[in-house]
């Protein structure tokens, strides 16, 4: 986790404001058009997968679940939206 820290000034006033960012999932390609989706604590969250459907290139997203089924989540027109199903 990120943690931000801003400081803005009115007049003779300074304020310090936090904010804390929280990193999306990370991705690791298994092999070509094979992603492993996982958290920052690097659990596994699911896989994503590369595929063509009637010419048009999509990602399937899947979610691995209680460590022993996959669970198929959908397809999406761009890897980082399949990516972000998973959070």
Same mark, same amino acid.
């Given at each position: 986790m990120t943690t931000i820290q801003a400081k803005?000034?009115?007049?003779?006033?300074?304020q310090a404001a *936090?904010?804390?960012?929280?990193?999306g999932p990370?991705?690791? @390609?298994?092999r070509d058009g094979y992603w492993r989706v996982t958290a920052a604590s690097g659990a596994v969250l699911g896989y994503v997968?590369?595929? *063509?459907?009637?010419?048009?290139?999509r990602f399937r997203?899947? @979610?691995l679940h209680s460590g022993l089924r996959i669970l198929a989540i959908?397809?999406?027109?761009?890897l980082d939206e399949a990516t972000e199903s998973l959070r």
């Open positions: 803005t000034s009115q007049a003779t006033t300074s *936090t904010r804390t960012i929280s990193p990370g991705l690791r @390609r298994v997968e590369e595929v *063509t459907d009637e010419g048009r290139l997203a899947k @979610r959908g397809e999406f027109a761009a």
